[in-house]
């Protein structure tokens, strides 16, 4: 049973915002939301992490559901750089044994 | 700046050789990892090593073998490479196993035919 459900794709226009939705209905209590990113010919990087409400750094944006089934990634003002595949991961803040990356969301940005 | 480095970044192997995948890092993380992609299956993981001379099976090791010799260098050998052994490898460094500290080399894309 998959741990996280995303749309496969999204797209949108230079200067959009793009929100990214994440269904996590059995996360547990100890488990944190990360959002990694892949752009074409690189390996992910991460972007964001959060456990709840809400938490913003310089490249995005994260709002997560009162009873945390439910977390969105927020991209605003995307330009072309911001195509990429958009992980959502759910794990222990410490998980030695690598990260499960599922099939994410891939974002197309158009001019 | 953390820096893990892959090497070659392209090979091409004929079926039944050997073949051997480097990465370097020096970010003195800890912990490596190696992981392949597919088309319709993402990434998926082959080999971890948390020190130094020894290392552990991830989600799919069979048909690969991993060597970590020291903290900075972790291989990755396919004694007898198969056509099903076509991908995209990549490897990872963490620091402590923290899921928001792993980072990614460039990949290799391996053609075996």
């Known amino acids: 049973l998959a741990k996280t459900t995303q749309p496969p794709s999204m797209e949108a226009y230079e200067g959009q915002e793009v929100n990214v939705s994440c269904s996590h209905t059995?996360?547990?209590?100890?488990?944190?939301i990360y959002w990694y990113r892949q752009v074409p010919h690189q390996g992910p990087q991460f972007i964001i992490q959060?456990?709840?409400d809400y938490v913003v750094n310089e490249v995005a944006s994260l709002f997560i559901s009162a009873d945390r089934k439910l977390s969105t990634l927020s991209l605003p003002w995307v330009s072309l750089r911001d195509a990429a595949v958009y992980y959502c991961?759910?794990?222990?803040?410490?998980?030695?044994?690598?990260?499960?990356f599922g099939l994410g969301t891939r974002v197309s940005v158009f001019p | 700046e953390a820096a893990v480095t892959q090497s070659p970044r392209s090979k091409v192997a004929v079926t039944g050789g050997k073949v051997t995948l480097s990465c370097h890092q020096t970010?003195?993380?800890?912990?490596m990892y190696w992981y392949r992609q597919d088309t319709g299956h993402g990434l998926r993981l082959i080999h971890y090593?948390?020190?130094?001379?020894?290392?552990e099976k991830g989600d799919i090791p069979d048909g690969y073998k991993a060597s970590r010799p020291s903290q900075e260098n972790f291989s990755l050998i396919l004694e007898l490479a198969s056509l099903s052994q076509t991908a995209v490898y990549f490897c990872?460094?963490?620091?402590?196993?923290?899921?928001?500290?792993?980072?990614f080399g460039s990949g290799t894309r391996l053609t075996v035919l």
């Open positions: 090593s948390y020190v130094a001379d020894s290392t």
């Open positions: 990872a460094s963490s620091d402590w196993g923290s899921a928001e500290t792993l980072y």
């Open positions: 970010n003195n993380h800890d912990y």
């Open positions: 959060g456990y709840k």
């Open positions: 991961i759910v794990t222990d803040m410490n998980y030695a044994q690598g990260l499960t």
């Open positions: 059995n996360i547990a209590t100890s488990e944190y």
